[in-house]
């Protein structure tokens, strides 16, 4: 057993490396497409999958619009869209109905057909097909968002779509609700904009704006808006279950994005709300483009120089000693090319390098996601980013890149052989066979290499019948297939 334990000793070493990092850029694959939404699936194993919107190709393989990026393998959803080449996919959504099915894949965007099938704008993957949402939608899904009206009563959490209402028709189809049957709309409409008389959901976010106090948390809806409900609150209202609730006066122009963030890590401060947008005020503050609220008043942050389109928080540096970061992407050129890191309250701005530069129309980033490739395993993951542009930090890298710690050469090694999202046994005897019979430490594909199997410890002569607590000693070797004691 020296060498499995050595083995599982090396392993530990090389997790402990691992963690800590000087985060950097890479190219991912060779991606042809401009991502305009990325999401991890949460509700899945602990390492994936991850979707990407707006993804042409891998390489010489179609992916038609939607990829799914699975331990270190790209691969298409169906068809996808097959119609014009204006269609496209802009926000993804994992979303369950109350009969308690397993988290499906939801997408909105503007198409008429995916899959083959003419499905109009939302549309879900149940797994080997794509399938339509009732009625589906007559308007551009520009956002989605799942929300529980009744916080801790019986009902189901609802998926809303927000899209565009121009001024000839309600104001009610700017937001609905799906509850696995029937689309309906919110029971108090929201207002138009006053000097266009659109109303355009472009943005949503979830905030416990007490922690955990008496008021549950709220669904944030942002975009072209003028309030809800009888609230005069612009391009940014709080849906609380029952009825709309204003945040000051708002803001003075769109919402583009939105994100909860902890400004002062372990600090006396609270998570906050952060918005992005094309806005100069906030409140009546002064806040450019960029701004905080924290369930009270808003506050500015620090300048971004064009609105941000999309935000996420990401620990750059895996266990080391710098707190996460909220992470922007867009049009700007500050505080960074097309993409910065705010440090949080008192600590500033990092640039990313160079960041975002090149593009056939660039650059801008479009969409931001968190992905960790290994799952359990050492490697602390990475951001990923979206859009049009040719480089990343200078690296050659078309409109997809990654940011974090560099991954091992040849990518992830995924230990977790039987993909149950944790690391066992088997696995490590699967891990110890993979370095046994092949060598130094390889990568395994799903179905490929050797397979998970039962190691126990036993005396150097197998007495069958006798306790496993009464068995080991100085003579504990592995058991082995052809009854071969001993490595």
């Known amino acids: 057993m ?68 699975y331990r270190g393998a790209w691969s298409a959803l169906g068809t996808g869209l097959t119609g014009s080449q204006y ?26 057909s995916i899959g083959g099938l003419a499905i109009h704008n939302i549309a879900r993957w149940s797994g080997s097909q794509w399938e339509a949402l009732g009625q589906e939608s007559s308007r551009n899904v520009r956002s989605l968002a799942v929300y529980d009206d009744d916080h ?64 549950p948390e709220g669904l944030y809806v942002g975009g072209t808006l003028g309030g809800g409900g009888g609230v005069v609150c612009y391009n940014i209202v709080r849906w609380n279950g029952v009825a709309w609730e204003g945040l000051d006066l708002g803001v003075n122009s769109s919402v583009y994005s939105m994100a909860v ?28 483009k960029f701004a905080r609220w924290d369930g009270h008043q808003w506050s500015a942050v620090d300048n971004v120089y064009g609105g941000p389109k999309s ?69 602390p993951g990475g951001l990923y980013v979206g859009g049009d542009f040719g480089f990343a930090g200078g690296v050659p890298a078309s409109c997809i890149a990654r940011w974090g710690c560099p991954l091992p050469p040849g990518g ?9 999202g944790a690391l066992t046994l088997p696995d490590f005897a699967c891990f110890h066979d993979q370095v046994r019979r092949r060598g130094p430490l390889r990568r395994l594909q799903p179905g490929r290499g050797p397979q998970p199997r039962r190691l126990r410890l036993l005396p150097d002569e197998v007495r069958p019948g006798v306790p496993v607590e009464e068995r080991g000693g100085p003579g504990a070797t592995e058991e082995r297939r052809g009854g071969r004691p001993g490595i």
């Not at 369950?96 to 988290?103: K, N, R, V, Y």
């Not at 008389?197 to 007490?210: G, T």
């Open 412 to 420: 992830p090694c995924y230990a977790d052989c039987d993909q149950d």
């Open 311 to 379: 935000m996420v928080v990401f620990d750059d540096d895996g266990s080391g000693p710098r707190p996460p970061g909220l992470f922007l992407t867009g049009s700007f050129l500050y505080p960074g090319s097309c993409i910065a890191k705010y440090n949080g309250w008192q600590k500033g701005w990092d640039q990313l390098g160079s960041g975002l530069t090149g593009g056939p129309a660039g650059p801008e980033g479009w969409a931001l996601g968190v992905y960790d490739e290994d799952g359990p395993g050492p490697n």
């Open 261 to 288: 963030f902890d400004d002062d890590d372990a600090g006396p401060r609270a998570p906050a709300l952060f918005v992005g947008g094309a806005f100069s005020w906030a409140g009546g503050v002064n806040a450019w």
């Open 152 to 215: 801790e009563g019986p009902g189901a959490p609802y998926l809303y779509r927000g899209a565009s209402s121009p001024a000839s028709q309600p104001t009610d189809i700017a937001l609905l609700r799906w509850d696995g049957a029937v689309w309906s709309p919110m029971p108090v409409p929201l207002a138009p904009d006053p000097p266009t008389n659109d109303a355009q959901v472009l943005a949503m976010c979830i905030f416990d704006d007490d922690l955990g106090g008496p008021r």
């Open 87 to 112: 269609d496209d996919i802009e926000h993804l959504a994992m979303w369950t109905d109350a009969g308690g099915t397993p988290p499906l894949l939801h997408v909105g965007g503007n198409f008429d």
């Open 2 to 69: 020296k060498t499995a334990f050595l083995i599982l000793g090396v392993l530990a070493l090389n997790g402990a490396a691992a963690a800590q990092c000087a985060p950097a850029w890479s190219a991912v694959a060779n991606v042809q497409g401009a991502p305009t939404a990325m999401l991890r699936d949460l509700d899945s194993k602990a390492y994936g999958p991850f979707y990407v919107a707006n993804i042409h190709s891998v390489g010489s393989a179609p992916m038609h619009d939607i990829a799914r990026h």
